[in-house]
C-alpha cells in the first residue's frame, strides 16, 4: 500500500512538473504607448487590456508610458516591444530614413493599423495675449520632450511660420503632465500638444484657466499637407473644451499601432483578429476611439503592412 501511495504521488508530481508549467505559459508582450495623460498611452493600455481578457490563456500583455513616437520606432527596431503607437508622419520618416533616422531607415518597421486622427494643438491661456503663432515671441513655451512626435510637429509649425525656438522664445522640453500644470501655475504661456480630442491634459486645465487655442491654418501650413499625404487638414469643433467656443482650424496626423517585421505572423495576427472582432469594446474605452471605422483603419498606413494584419484584412475581403 505504501508502495502504491508513493508512486501515485510520483505520477502526480511528473505530471505537474511536465503539464503545469507548459499549461501557464504565455507569451509576454509589450505595448508601447506615449506619455501617461495620452491617448497613446490610452492605446497601448487599453488594447492590452482586451488582449488580456480575451486571450489571456496565450498572452500576457503590457501597455507601457514611454516618450512618444520617436522612442517607440527606436524601441521597436532594438525589439525592445512587440507593439507600439507612432504618428503616420514619424513612421513614414522612420521606415524612409529621413528627420530623426536621417541615413538610418528603420527598414524592419510594420504597420497594423490607424487609430483615431492626432491634432496639432497650439494651447494658451486667453490673458497670455497670443492670439497667432508669430505671438509666441518673447514668451514660455513647451515644445514637448525630445523624441515624441509632437516636438516634431511644433519645430515644423514654427519653421513654417518663420520662428526659430532657440532664438525667439523660450523654449521648454517638458511632458504633457508637467506642461499642463505649468500652463495652470503661469511658468509657461502656451504648449505644443499633437494629441487625439477631447484630452484630459487639456480638459483638465481649462477647469482652473481661461484656455485658448490657436488656428494653425496659415497657407504655408495648408501646402505643407497638400505636400504630404501623411498629414490632413482638420478642426477641433467648437465646444470640445470648456471656454473654446468656435472652431479651431488646424491639421492632424494618425495614430497608428505599428510593429516590427521580426514579430511573428502569428502574434499580429491573434491581435488584429481580437481587436477587430471587439471594436465596440475599443470604441467605448476612451472618447478618441469612438468613432473608429475598419474602412479608415487600414488606410493612411505609411510603414507596410505586416504578414499578420494582411492575412486577417484579406480574410474579410477588406484588401
Known amino acids: 500500500m505504501v508502495g502504491k501511495k508513493w508512486f501515485v504521488a510520483l505520477v502526480v508530481a511528473l505530471g505537474l512538473s511536465l503539464s503545469g508549467p507548459q499549461a501557464m505559459a504565455k507569451q509576454d508582450i509589450l505595448f508601447g504607448g506615449a506619455s501617461i495623460t495620452g491617448v497613446y498611452y490610452q492605446v497601448a493600455l487599453q488594447i492590452s487590456n482586451m488582449m488580456n481578457k480575451h486571450m489571456g490563456n496565450q498572452y500576457n ?14 524601441a521597436l527596431d532594438r525589439g525592445a516591444f512587440d507593439f507600439a503607437v507612432a504618428q503616420s508622419d514619424r513612421n513614414y520618416q522612420g521606415y524612409n530614413g529621413t528627420a530623426d533616422w536621417d541615413g538610418k531607415p528603420v527598414k524592419g518597421l510594420r504597420s497594423v493599423f490607424s487609430m483615431h486622427p492626432e491634432t496639432v494643438m497650439l ?11 508669430e505671438d509666441l515671441k518673447g514668451k514660455r513655451v513647451n515644445i514637448g520632450n525630445p ?12 519653421r513654417l511660420y518663420g520662428l526659430d525656438f532657440n ?24 504648449f505644443f500638444y499633437t494629441v487625439g480630442n477631447p484630452n484630459s491634459a487639456i480638459e483638465e486645465p481649462a477647469q482652473s484657466i481661461n484656455l485658448d487655442m490657436v488656428p494653425l491654418n496659415s497657407d504655408a501650413i495648408k501646402e505643407f499637407v497638400a505636400e504630404h ?16 467656443d468656435r472652431d479651431i482650424e488646424t491639421y492632424a496626423v494618425t495614430a497608428t499601432v505599428v ?10 495576427y491573434d491581435m488584429v483578429k ?9 470604441r467605448a474605452s476612451h472618447a478618441a476611439f469612438r468613432y473608429l471605422k475598419p474602412e479608415e483603419m487600414i488606410q493612411g498606413l505609411s510603414a507596410p503592412l505586416h504578414p499578420g494584419a494582411e492575412k486577417f484584412y484579406k480574410e474579410q475581403g477588406w484588401m
Open 147 to 158: 523624441g515624441s512626435g509632437q516636438r516634431g510637429n511644433a519645430e515644423d509649425v514654427l
Open 123 to 133: 494651447v494658451t491661456r486667453k490673458e497670455a495675449g497670443i492670439n497667432s503663432v
Open 229 to 244: 499625404p501623411y498629414y490632413i487638414m482638420t478642426a477641433i469643433p467648437a465646444g470640445t473644451y470648456r471656454g473654446i
Open 61 to 74: 500583455y503590457i501597455g507601457r508610458p514611454t516618450g512618444g513616437s520617436v522612442f517607440n520606432i527606436n
Open 274 to 282: 481580437t481587436v477587430f472582432e471587439n471594436l465596440d469594446e475599443l
Open 259 to 268: 510593429t516590427s517585421e521580426s514579430v511573428s505572423e502569428q502574434v499580429v
Open 167 to 190: 532664438r525667439d522664445f523660450n523654449a521648454e522640453a517638458l511632458q504633457q503632465a508637467e506642461a499642463s500644470r505649468a500652463l495652470v501655475d503661469q511658468k509657461i504661456d502656451a
